[in-house]
């Protein structure tokens, strides 16, 4: 049994400093509204869990007398000490940037002294708790799939249990299903077999109305698609010739493109070389004339001193003149045979190019009288019809044959649905034994489940599941009293003694005696109150301050009006 040695409060919603010395007794703490009873209730419960009594999480700062909160930077700490010497201490800090303005809050969590992580922190208080609620009313103000959840826990009943309570149960498979997820299931796929069961009889009046034409000469129309398939060969090799003859021109015209751009070519540069062997010709025309200036000349004057010349210094100067005008003239000789020898060959290469063209053009000409256009539609169109007598004849000896096999078929597909029909409904009859099955193993699970946790409480009794109109169960998890659930008719003194009844039992289940706190305890008479044996927190109205007593022996006394 975890019993509290001591609650020390500081800064606390409004309490600079408290502390309630129990030593592990019971303890009565009495004051008027506002005097702070349900504080030291929030103290208890935000040290260890770091939520308030209700279950809210909330400030721990005080308030002005504006209402407005107080950010200050003071410790607000709660710390317990149980009687194990177990000392335990929440801390809340707020936090401020460089300018003051408030930043966040903090809190810092203690055992023993020792600072240490909220993980770890959390750990320890588990090892205190156990995991059990610690307010008495916790486990009623839960989901009820949460209260389930814990419940179920308490008291694991699993199909194999129930299976082997009756051996007829032993038949049911339910796969990898819970048991209402299989019944849903095989009534899907009843409600699925239903509607293919009653596709079938008129799909069976339907294939028995069809009527399959069987009448045609098969002879005859395989015969014609022999005499179109080789009229068709020789129609498509035709088409093919004359695209070829096309194909062959078009490369030809292309060709004779190629000649002519040579052609072009070649006189251009025909007419660039004749106008160098005209400029070449020139040349040696003006040289001639100097050559007979030079070669008259009597005499020279000196370009330097403007005297007349020596006879000796004349004709040397001029037989250097004559013979410099000579190597020119046989330069130039050379180079106008030259451009006059290129200008030959070039005009050869002309004229057999020319002699090129001509001939491509005459085979352009003779091809377009042998692979023209129309010649190619008009083969064309002549392919065409024979593919389509060739496809008509086709088709109607594949219509023949096809309606020849469809009557087999259909006639094959009607003893199939028969048969198909026969087999769903077995399969329907089978699921709905299966169903029916799984519906008393629901009940009887129920049964257990409801008996093994009602089992576990004195007062309290738990219904658990719920027959809807349709008669499939509903989870649910509603604590009840002589029969009247919790939250719909239940007076709040029994729903007081219903939850002391559960948390008798939860803390049983848990291997834990936390204290209790009771609020309001002068609400409550004493016959809603059950056998305990935690150290109990009595929190009650009275007139006057806040008053604590420390009680060695703690008689349930209660006086006060029962609630309606």
Known sequence: MTKIISIRMENFKGETRREIVADGENVTISGQNGSGKTTIFDAYTWALTGKFSDGSIGEVNFYDADGNLIRDGKIHSIEIEFDDKTVIRRESLNTFDKSGNFKATTQNFFIDGVQLKQKEFELEIMKITNGAPLNPFGFCQMAWKERRKILMKMCPIDNAAVIASNEIFQQLNFGNFAPDAFITAQKEEIKN??????????????????????????????????????????????????????????????????????????????????????????????????????????????????????????????????????????????????????????????????????????????????????????????????????????????????????????????????????????????????INLAEKFIRAKVKMIEDAVNSKFEFVKFKMFETLINGTVKEICEPMIDGVPYNDGLNRGARFKAALDILRTLQKFYSIELPIFIDDAESYTSNSFVELPNQIFLLKVSEGNLKIEVEKSFELKIEGVKAA
Do not use: W
Request: net charge neutral.
């Open 193 to 434: 077999l239903r509607k293919e069961l009653i596709k079938i009889p008129a799909r069976i009046d339907e294939l028995s109305l069809k009527k399959f034409n069987t009448s045609g000469d098969e002879e005859f129309l395989k015969a014609e698609i022999d005499r179109t398939n080789a009229e068709l060969k020789t129609a498509a090799e035709k088409v093919q010739s004359i695209q070829k003859n096309i194909a062959e021109r078009d490369k030809t015209r292309n060709e004779l493109f190629r000649v002519k751009n040579l052609i072009g070519r070649l006189e251009n540069e025909i007419e660039r070389l004749k106008i160098k062997f005209e400029r070449a010709n020139a040349d040696v025309s003006e040289l001639r004339e100097n050559y007979k200036q030079i070669f008259c000349s009597k005499g020279g004057v000196c370009p330097t001193c403007g005297q007349n010349l020596p006879l000796e210094k004349f004709k040397e100067i001029k037989d250097k003149k004559i013979a410099e005008i000579e190597t020119q003239g046989k330069q130039l000789k050379i180079e106008c045979e030259k451009l006059a020898s290129e200008i030959s060959a070039k005009n050869n290469e002309l004229d057999n190019f020319k002699h090129q063209a001509e001939k491509i053009q005459a085979e352009i000409d003779a091809a377009e009288k042998s692979a023209s256009m129309d010649e190619l539609n008009a083969a064309i169109a002549e392919r065409d019809k024979v593919i389509s007598q060739n496809t008509d004849a086709t088709n109607k000896l594949a219509r023949f044959n096809q309606n020849r096999d469809d009557a087999e078929k259909t006639q094959k597909r009607i003893e199939e649905l028969k048969k198909l029909e026969k087999e769903l409904n077995q399969q329907v009859a089978d699921i709905e034994r299966q």
